[in-house]
């Protein structure tokens, strides 16, 4: 069973990124809800500059890295099969370094994906198509993993509570706010925009809306004025990076509203998965880890 049901129209499998017939469509979140456009890919190296580019955010790199690597076993598919895995390689190499915040989790995206691949050519499978729906398969676990996440991030909402956000957290707002009305909690959202590409602006609040929740977009300093004068009750927000420590990495402007929100005793939850490759915040400071390495 697919697991992106009852969610807004931007969390649909299809509507993130998708590859079918030689080709990856990412829907383009920097200009979503205004427009709905997707950006068409015929080459891996269009979707690994799609990711540098930013036409999708959040989760939706892990999404697009996984149909890139479809795309790029398709690319290939009449090499001899030594060629077929080094082009892989090569296109892995690529996607893990289209963008350094999405470093850690692209380099597990990638080597699952090799091993993938590898398996279909021992099989004398297709690739690309053994790529995409084990890509749709992991959608579904991690889907599932943010289900049970949110869960517990739901347990912490009041009763007719006011909940703040920071910059679009993907499955894990799907997740939280599709609990939220399985348990008819009446919450109201308070979204801050989120410079420079305003996605709790334009994507959280649109999908907010879009599951029927109460909904209000602020700008970005606003953040003490509101949570004192609405009583926000909690403040939450997903990372790019969670370490294995506690230490997290996300958008500028998130450790200013986790300050504001300890001077007003408000709890801050960050939601996600740790990366089991980051132990601690140092790992950020070696030469390397931008580099694929």
Not at 266 to 281: A, E, K, M, R, S
Request: proline share 3%.
């Amino acid at each position: 069973m697919r697991q992106d049901y009852d969610l807004a129209f931007i969390l649909k499998y299809e509507n993130v990124a998708w590859y079918e017939g030689g080709t990856v469509k990412i829907l383009d979140r920097r200009i979503y809800p205004t427009r709905v456009k997707f950006v068409n890919c015929s080459k891996h190296e269009e979707v690994a500059q799609a990711l540098t580019d930013m036409v999708t955010q959040s989760a939706g790199p892990y999404t697009a890295t996984g149909m890139g690597m479809a795309l790029a076993a398709y690319e290939c598919r009449h090499l001899s099969i030594n060629n077929q895995k080094a082009f892989l390689k090569t296109a892995a190499y690529k996607f893990v370094n289209a963008r350094p915040t999405t470093a850690s989790r692209i380099k597990l995206i990638v080597n699952r994906c090799l091993k993938v691949a590898e398996k279909a050519l021992n099989e004398n499978k297709k690739v690309d198509e053994a790529i995409f729906h084990d890509t749709i398969a992991s959608l579904n676990r991690r889907y599932a993993r943010m289900e049970q996440v949110a869960k517990y991030l739901v347990d912490m909402f009041p009763q007719d509570g006011n909940i703040m956000t920071q910059c679009f957290g993907e499955t894990i707002v799907g997740m939280m706010l599709r609990e939220t009305k399985k348990r008819h909690k009446n919450i109201k959202l308070f979204v801050p925009e989120t410079r420079p590409y305003l996605q709790g602006a334009r994507l959280t609040s649109s999908v907010s809306i879009d599951q029927g929740i109460d909904t209000t977009v602020i700008t970005d300093n606003m953040v003490a004025h509101t949570m004192k004068e609405k009583q926000i009750a909690l403040f939450t927000s997903a990372a790019d990076s969670i370490c294995l420590d506690g230490n997290i990495v996300n958008k500028v402007g998130t450790f200013q509203i986790a300050i504001v929100a300890k001077h007003f005793g408000i709890p801050y939850f960050v939601t996600g998965i740790p990366d089991n490759i980051l132990q601690n915040f140092s790992v950020f400071n070696k030469p390397d880890f931008f580099t694929g390495n």
